[in-house]
């Protein structure tokens, strides 16, 4: 399958998986191969009622939680951290935070070699505690909850059956830890 450069919906954080893989950017027609030891949605027992594997992410970020919050949602600060390596970024990121609203990301390889559209439906909002969307036929959700003296987010998302749920896990990971970083360096200037 030669790359088009139109990513199918769904591939979103398989990209990101890709990225972590041996530190560089591959190419989109190399599926990673399967490795003993993970686990594909697709693996799952044919008797199971849901195609998705729900997969947690979460960090601690050291700041007040109306600054995590305002990070997470606003088009601007979204387009400084919403990337899982140095070699990509957010070119452009749209948000209308209401049940119903849409919202959309622009990432692109840095080098302009291949980019998609992370987007989506928001399906619940609570300021400043609750965020749940859907992407496709999967489905998303963030939680901010104070504890101690930062707020823990924690990210749980529906896999797609093309990486393994560890590749995926790594992917979304390593974007919360850079919006981590991002948010807690902001926090400090200020």
């Known amino acids: 399958m ?8 769904g591939w979103w954080s398989g990209t990101w998986a890709h990225l972590w893989i041996d530190g560089k950017i591959p190419r989109l027609v190399a599926v990673p ?4 030891g993970t686990m594909r ?6 008797d199971h009622e849901d195609k ?3 997969i947690t992410v979460e960090t601690t970020v050291a ?12 088009p601007d600060d979204i387009k400084q951290w919403n990337a899982a390596s140095d070699d990509w970024h957010t070119t452009a990121a749209t948000v209308d935070l209401r049940a119903g ?7 692109e390889a840095k080098d302009g070699s291949m980019g998609f559209d992370f987007a ?12 749940e969307y859907s992407f496709g ?39 919360l830890d850079n919006f981590k970083r991002y948010v807690e360096a902001k926090s400090r200037s200020r």
């Open 137 to 175: 036929d999967r489905t998303a959700q963030v939680a901010f909850a104070p504890e101690g003296s930062g707020v823990k987010v924690q990210v749980s998302f529906d896999s797609e059956d093309t990486h393994s749920v560890e590749q995926q896990r790594g992917g979304w990971q390593a974007i």
């Open 101 to 107: 609203g849409a919202f959309s990301s622009r990432m």
């Open 120 to 131: 989506g439906i928001y399906t619940k909002v609570e300021e400043p505690r609750l965020i």
């Open 2 to 9: 030669a790359f088009n450069g139109r990513v199918p919906a």
């Open 63 to 74: 700041a007040p939680v109306a600054e995590v919050w305002r990070a997470y949602t606003t």
């Open 52 to 54: 998705h594997v729900k």
């Open 41 to 46: 949605a697709s693996d799952k027992s044919a």
């Open 33 to 36: 191969a399967y490795r003993p």
